[in-house]
């Protein structure tokens, strides 16, 4: 299962995304002219939420002299409200994530615009697999990324919110641990580290969408779903 | 703000680390000898809790046939019961973290003997910046890393337990951001993904306890303490 080394970088040169664009041409496009070379087989591709949005047309229109119509727009994109606390709406989304305000977010848009969570984010991931497969003849794994809040602990990491082609939880029980005992659980959330290793190079002001992380471990690369993620709310001792 | 390019590998080698052993010493040494060659100038040292707390003397005898003296170990450890179902027990440490069993951790430990967290897991990774700039002239960031489960999301992940001379959050807040606009809030728990980042290529049975990551934000670089990443309990809306 060991990984030896990665390597994580940020695709420069990614301009203004809009609704109908192809991520997946963009991307492998881009690559290619990109002097960290094109997509090679078992990258994994972080993708950024905002992108997945705005080339969904998840863009929607709001009064943006009038906090009201951010806050209508959070309750109607939840299922359910987790917590409030004055400005700070905690939701659940129809995804089953629970973070603020539905995911939805004014930074990097044109004002007078909110974006929206993609509605199946898995198949935006898996779209954008797809496409660098069949089109460009290269097999990554895709991650769609997005920034959450945690509780008890202070700043914000990216997560995965869609994944395709890369497993979102590596199941590591019953395999021995260096003493040779078998271990009781460790399930890594692989998708989630490999989404926040991906911020690393983005930063939150650069404009640089896409990551490229490298050298993977071969074992990672098979079919996934979000919801390997997502704790159903019976498991859940915090909601 | 930006980084370009992270590299991320496990410092292979490190055998089994005794109470008394110089952790400083014994990672900078290895590196030398290591094919990926030796530590630079603003690398980031991400080294595990366990060897750590080794390192620290912090392991204490068990009665490994009594679930009962594990369980009393944790809340001995724990300064409050945050929750409890069936045998797993989320407490709350004198540190602040709220976690499993209060860090307590079996796995990779002699049977008989459990490891109990750093009592104090900056002054930890201090003590190995301190050892690596004074004796071998390299000025690295450390941090201490542990796995702690999330509520919501399956899986776990790696955290910062312990920081020294590298942020745990960079505040971006006021940052413009790429449609320069006055961003709202975006502190990133960059320390958070660090960890993150450098459990990819350690795995949980590879007894590779020891990343290093190069290319990280020289800007980052600077004094810092855990309670960056610690939110304060009038602050959390979940505990």
Redesign the interface.
Known sequence: ??????????VEGIGEISANDQLGDVIADICRQEP?GPLLDNDVLVVTQKIVSKAEGRLVPIDASDPLSHKQLVEQEAVRIV?R?GDLI?TETKHG??CANSGID??????GYAALLPIDSDKSARRIRDIIRVKHGVNVGVIVSD?FG??????????AIGIAGVA??VD?RG?????G?I??V?????A???A??A???M??????PVAVIRG?DADWFRDSKIS????PPQE????
Chains 1, 2 share one sequence.
């Open positions: 299962m060991k990984v030896n080394r990665l390597t994580i970088w940020g960290n917590r606390r905690i994530f629970i004014l930074s990097n848009i044109e004002r920034t945690r509780p008890w602990r202070k700043g914000l990491t990216d997560v979102g939880v590591l395999t021995p641990d260096s003493l005992r271990m009781q460790t399930e890594v959330a692989v989630d580290e490999l926040s290793a911020e690393l190079v930063g939150k002001s650069s404009g640089i993977v390997e993620l997502v704790r859940d001792l915090f909601r």
